[in-house]
């Protein structure tokens, strides 16, 4: 079993900058790579960046240039740093991790709500 946990959410201005957290426990080894996840309300969740456990990532194309996703592996954590924050990024982001062992099985994060509004 893999436990998420995010933070760092809250309201920020247009333009300004936030960084979320995800940190993993228990059986760390067997997951093949992470990602964040967003739901904005009224819309699907989509997925907006993901790191595989080689180094590379990903971005959605509304983030690319804006957002960062990041590794710390001795804190067993994973970071989404964002930059030139718009209202359109107003959502519940949420930390995922897929299980290299069982790759339909999947672990989420309870969410951190990101708000962006003057």
């Known amino acids: 079993q893999v436990q998420l946990v995010e933070s760092g959410g809250g309201l920020v201005q247009p333009g300004g900058s936030l960084r979320l957290s995800c940190a993993a426990s228990?059986?760390?080894?067997?997951?093949?790579?992470m990602g964040w996840y967003r739901q904005a309300p009224g819309k699907q969740r989509e997925l907006v960046a993901t790191i595989i456990s080689d180094g590379s990532t990903h971005y959605t194309d509304s983030v690319k240039g804006r957002f960062t996703i990041s590794r710390d592996n001795a804190k067993n954590t994973v970071y989404l740093q964002m930059n030139s924050l718009e209202p359109e990024d107003t959502a519940v982001y949420y930390c995922?991790?897929?299980?290299?062992?069982?790759?339909?099985?999947?672990?989420w994060g309870q969410g951190t709500l990101v708000t962006v509004s003057s």
């Open positions: 228990g059986s760390i080894g067997s997951i093949s790579g």
């Open positions: 995922y991790a897929v299980d290299r062992y069982n790759p339909s099985s999947g672990y």
